[in-house]
T-cell receptor
Framework: DGGITQSPKYLFRKEGQNVTLSCEQN?????MYWYRQDPGQGLRLIYY???????QKGDIAEGYSVSREKKESFPLTVTSAQKNPTAFYLC????????????FGPGTRLTVL | SQKIEQNSEALNIQEGKTATLTCNYT??????LQWYRQDPGRGPVFLLL?????KEKRKERLKVTFDTTLKQSLFHITASQPADSATYLC??????????FGDGTTLTVKP
């Protein structure tokens, strides 16, 4: 899992509650990403960040928010506005946004009851 | 609209045979293409990258080809082993750097 940690591995929340997923990297990478993966499907980009204090929406940003106050950290908040939040969430980083390879964390499986 | 298709959801082969996975795309002009391996409940792991001006890349038992005319990449695993069983994802990247992933192909290698 290459220097990227995500916590917790499993997370349960009640409907209507906001929840924040943690992502930390010690690879000194500038770029960080959040993806969502649903069963049998590929990864869909939620948000990405090229540098500290900067981030852009991906393909499915509605109902999510992020912050990038430190280079090492890129937390994702799943808000109550996200209609189908139950999914597997993956964080990744790369040297730069236009770099070749993304390194992924182990993922957080979020279940909203 | 842009679309990435990976061949059949599941591929079953016998140990020792060559597995061939396909990634087709439409309405896309990728600068490069990547293949990742994903095991159940874990994050993807990078395997190989091939650029638009390259025809073929190899790494040990893995080979990737990239045909921009056919808009297709083929991913081969030779002398397959049960340990190669996993889901394989292709990802296309434009010069802007954003990656778009296919849905993946689940490979099962039977002993």
């Amino acid at each position: 899992d290459g220097g990227i940690t995500q916590s917790p591995k499993y997370l349960f929340r009640k409907e209507g509650q906001n929840v924040t997923l943690s992502c930390e990297q010690n690879l000194n990478h500038d770029a960080m990403y959040w993806y969502r993966q649903d069963p049998g499907q590929g990864l869909r980009l939620i948000y990405y960040s090229q540098i500290v204090n900067d981030f852009q929406k991906g393909d499915i940003a509605e109902g999510y928010s992020v912050s990038r106050e430190k280079k090492e950290s890129f937390p994702l908040t799943v808000t109550s506005a996200q209609k189908n939040p139950t999914a597997f969430y993956l964080c990744a980083s790369s040297l730069r946004v236009r770099a070749d390879t993304q390194y992924f964390g182990p993922g957080t499986r979020l279940t909203v009851l | 609209s842009q679309k990435i298709e990976q061949n059949s959801e599941a591929l079953n082969i016998q140990e020792g045979k060559t597995a061939t996975l396909t990634c087709n795309y439409t309405n896309y002009s990728p600068a490069y293409l990547q293949w990742y391996r994903q095991d159940p409940g874990r994050g993807p792991v990078f395997l190989l990258l091939i650029r638009e001006n390259e025809k073929e890349k190899r790494k040990e038992r893995l080979k990737v080809t990239f045909d921009t005319t056919l808009k297709q990449s083929l991913f081969h695993i030779t002398a397959s082993q049960p340990a190669d069983s996993a889901t394989y994802l292709c990802a296309l990247n434009t010069n802007a750097g954003k990656s778009t992933f296919g849905d993946g192909t689940t490979l099962t290698v039977k002993p």
